[in-house]
């Protein structure tokens, strides 16, 4: 069975930072890319970033709302992509999803659960 | 930034119904589209990509087509499980790009 699994959101004071784990089982890890899309609450999906894999030399993107605060990695041998948010603002809050992106396509086929993010004082 | 426009926002209709969401792009995207249903409480399911593939698992009463700025997103026969949002996505461009959604509710 596939899965993807989110950990590491949690309440945070704007300008501190925030480390999010994204867990893979159930599929070749190393071969997927992997984004990351936030939800805050009852609004649309904003897409956040993205890492390829091995073969694409894991190169990275992000949103421009994002770009310079937030860092994206992984650990093919932990099945495991990383997010880390660092110079967080109150517009940050959300509930953050990690998807597996076949490189093939692209598009989100597996996504998790999400983990909240709240940045506030 | 590619810009995505669903229609409409919001729908009514009933079960049995024969619906059909747009998403128009601001620029040529190919046929670099996917389409998601949403429950309230849940994450996104990919429904169709590439403008009109069937994610494996996704009943043949969704379909999609489309390519460059329009698509379609079309439900052949509302059932009471489809009640929920619907998002566009392109996969064309960096940043990839979210429609705003269509709410689909129960008339």
């Known amino acids: 069975e596939v899965q993807v699994v989110e950990s590491g959101g949690g309440l945070v004071q704007p300008g501190g930072s925030l480390r999010l784990s994204c867990v893979g089982s159930g599929f070749s890890f190393n071969d997927n890319y992997i984004d990351w899309v936030r939800q805050a609450p009852g609004q649309g999906l904003d897409w956040v970033g993205r890492i390829r894999n091995k073969a694409k030399s894991y190169t990275t993107d992000y949103a421009a709302s994002v770009k310079g605060r937030f860092t994206l990695s992984r650990d093919d041998s932990q099945n495991s992509v990383y997010l880390q948010m660092n110079s967080l603002k109150t517009e940050d809050t959300a509930l953050y999803y990690c998807?597996?992106?076949?490189?093939?396509?692209?598009?989100?086929?597996?996504w998790g659960q999400g983990t909240q993010v709240t940045v506030s004082s | 930034d590619i810009q995505l426009t669903q229609s409409p926002s919001f729908l009514s209709a009933s079960v049995g119904d024969r619906v059909t969401i747009t998403c128009r792009a601001s620029q040529g995207i190919s046929s670099y589209l996917a389409w998601y249903q949403q429950k309230p409480g849940k994450a996104p399911k990919l429904l169709i990509y590439?403008?009109?593939t069937l994610e494996s698992g996704v009943p043949s009463r969704f379909s999609g087509s489309g390519s460059g700025t329009e698509f379609t997103l079309t439900i052949s026969s509302l059932q009471p499980e489809d009640f929920a949002t619907y998002f566009c996505?392109?996969?064309?461009?960096?940043?990839?790009?979210f429609g705003q959604g269509t709410r689909l509710e129960i008339k």
């Open positions: 996505q392109q996969l064309n461009n960096i940043p990839l790009t």
């Open positions: 998807s597996r992106a076949p490189a093939s396509y692209g598009r989100s086929v597996d």
């Open positions: 590439a403008a009109s």
